[in-house]
């Protein structure tokens, strides 16, 4: 979990984490297997179940904390962030998991999921991106691809999409990676990563969205097309991807391009995935590799070491304390500063 607890020996099984609650969602939405995959991940950890909280926005994917066999608070629209971090500045021993969209955490959760990032608040956000509006049935979302016709484009979408991951960069997010929902094995190690990483973690995970954006990653992650079109990052080892292994990333000055291992990438310098460049170009430039042009990175693109906000919060609380003793409510309240309405 996010406070720096250690993996041991099983004390609990996927079951344990599984509510009571009927799961409401529809058949053949990817939320299934990511809460399945976050049920099982949170099993690993001989934790107390009252130690984990699961906090959501609005949204499909915001049902989360009723599924999950612990605490949560299933808040209002975009605002996550703020619960999620005042709970995480009164209580150190919680593992505190935030769940939104691209909807709820992108739009008008944009400012408040910023600020939780660039604070470095030692939380762990699931963001769940199907680049549609679902729950209320269809709208395009800030990650809707341009062009997109749904119910509030009928014409198609002339905003330029959000890349989520961009945005976590830009907040200098000390963990950042992206998964897939049908990968449940990949999803579940991003997931054990970022429960261990002491910071705020952010992951994207691609989900379809079988009513109102079916198949809208196929193109990359399709069963058919997706040895050739993904590239799972590796730390340390060049980027290497395709059904027989013979394509590579390297750089031509500061832009990636695809060489072929068997012709001209022979012997070439390729790109080294290195996760914790304190540097976030790199990572930026991984977040710019998008399909038909170059094939798409999944994996952790970023994780670096930095000062959490709570711990220096407090920090900075009991150094008052000893300057200048515990404080006086009372005192506060009746003294100098008050005055009188008349």
């Not at 999620?84 to 992108?106: K, M, Y």
């Not at 404080?327 to 500063?337: C, E, N, P, T, V």
Request: charged share 20%.
């Amino acid at each position: 979990m996010s406070t720096g607890f250690k993996e041991m020996d099983l004390s609990y099984t996927k079951d344990d984490f599984v509510s009571n609650q009927d799961v409401r969602w529809c058949p053949g939405c990817g939320d299934y297997a990511i809460l399945a995959t976050a049920q099982r991940t949170l099993a690993k950890f001989k934790t107390p179940r009252e130690n984990y909280v699961f906090i959501s926005g609005i949204g499909c994917s915001s049902r989360f904390p009723y599924y999950m066999n612990t605490y949560g608070f299933h808040t209002i629209h975009g605002r996550a962030p703020t619960i999620a971090t005042g709970l995480r500045c009164v209580n150190p021993d919680l593992s505190i998991w935030l769940i939104t969209g691209d909807g709820d955490g992108l739009s008008i959760g944009g400012n408040h999921l910023i600020h939780c990032m660039r604070r470095n608040v030692n939380i762990n956000i699931l963001l769940v991106n199907n680049q549609i509006y679902g729950l209320t049935k269809g709208q395009y979302s800030p990650t809707s691809t341009q062009g997109k016709v749904t119910k509030s484009s009928p014409y198609g979408s002339i905003d330029y999409p959000i890349n989520a991951l961009r945005i976590a960069i830009a907040s200098e997010a000390t963990f950042i990676a992206r998964t897939l929902d049908a990968d449940p094995n990949h999803m579940g190690m991003i997931m054990t990563r970022a429960a261990q990483h002491k910071g705020v973690s952010f992951i994207e995970i691609y989900q379809n969205c079988i009513i109102f954006n079916d198949k809208t990653f196929a193109p990359v992650v399709g069963r058919e097309v997706r040895d050739d079109r993904m590239i799972y990052l590796e730390e340390g080892k060049p980027l290497i991807y395709g059904k027989q292994r013979n394509k590579a990333i390297k750089l031509q000055g500061l832009h990636p391009e695809i060489v072929d291992l068997e012709g001209d990438g022979a012997g070439q310098d390729l790109l080294i995935h290195k996760e914790q460049s304190p540097d976030a170009s790199y990572a930026y430039l991984l977040s710019q590799m998008s399909y038909p042009e170059m094939p798409v990175p999944f994996g952790v693109f970023r994780a670096i070491e930095r000062p959490t906000y709570d711990d220096m919060m407090n920090d900075q609380v009991e150094a008052m304390k000893k300057e200048k003793g515990p404080g006086d409510l009372k005192k506060l309240i009746y003294g100098s500063s008050t005055w009188t309405v008349k």
